[in-house]
């Protein structure tokens, strides 16, 4: 069974940057797992962030950046906000019309 | 503008049916592949089934996998998730998703709530 792992929780302080990950529990993601990045505030339905790796969905700001690094995909949020305080999903693709998404990160800005 | 708006939610008994539905305008609904996903209460996302633009080829979870059946009619711009066999452990916000041209969503309904119980 595949699992896609991701941080439980993190923190980061205003102004500051922070680089979340989506790894597997066997193997290394790559750019043929699409990795993509979903925010979600309490109460509300999901916001495309990252999609195919690094690209920023529509009017995502540019603070906002994905990457492979190492064996992992990387969302990176450089000089944070207070809004940027929300629950983070990473999801993968496996193929065959699979998809998988990680427990989610929940980031804490203060 | 990209609208997707579920329906078909509710109070369902356990062994029971429910059949959503995600009215969807803002695109050429055909070009695009759909997903439901889904969110027990307090529990990260997990993705259900998913169809291709033509409605051919689908997929489906492993917990959902002989119980759950999602189709489109792209006549009415419409996604459907037909759920059979119902279970406590369905109960959550399914949630349907727009595909880019690839795996990954792009933009995401409100969500409906159903939830399985006796």
């Known amino acids: 069974q595949t699992v896609v792992t991701q941080e439980p929780s993190f923190s980061v302080s205003p102004g500051g940057t922070v680089t979340l990950t989506c790894g597997l529990s066997?193997?290394?993601?790559?750019?043929?797992?699409?990795p993509s990045w979903y925010q979600q505030s309490p109460g509300q339905a999901p916001r495309t962030v990252i999609y195919?790796?690094?690209t920023r969905s529509s009017g995502v700001p540019d603070r906002f950046s994905g990457s492979i690094l190492g064996n992992k995909a990387a969302l990176t949020i450089t000089g944070a906000q207070a809004d940027d305080e929300s629950d983070y999903y990473c999801?993968?693709?496996?193929?065959?019309?699979?998809?998988?998404f990680g427990g989610g990160t929940k980031l804490t800005v203060l | 503008e990209v609208q997707l708006w579920e329906s078909g939610g509710g109070l369902v008994q356990p062994g029971g049916s429910l059949r959503l539905s995600c009215a969807a305008s803002?695109?050429?609904?055909?070009?695009?592949?759909m997903s439901w996903v889904r969110q027990a209460p307090g529990k990260g996302l997990e993705w259900v089934s998913a169809?291709?633009?033509?409605?051919?080829?689908?997929s489906y979870a492993d917990s959902v996998k002989g119980r759950f059946t999602i189709s489109r009619d792209n006549s009415k711009n419409t996604l459907f998730l037909q759920m059979n066999s119902l279970r406590a452990e369905d109960t959550a916000v399914y949630y349907c998703?727009?595909?880019?041209?690839?795996?990954?969503?792009?933009?995401w309904g409100q969500g409906t709530l159903v939830t399985v119980s006796s």
């Open positions: 998703a727009k595909q880019i041209v690839g795996p990954p969503f792009e933009y």
């Open positions: 195919s790796t690094n």
């Open positions: 803002g695109f050429t609904f055909s070009n695009y592949g």
């Open positions: 999801v993968l693709y496996m193929g065959s019309g699979n998809r998988v």
């Open positions: 169809i291709s633009g033509s409605g051919v080829s689908s």
């Open positions: 066997s193997g290394s993601v790559s750019t043929s797992h699409y």
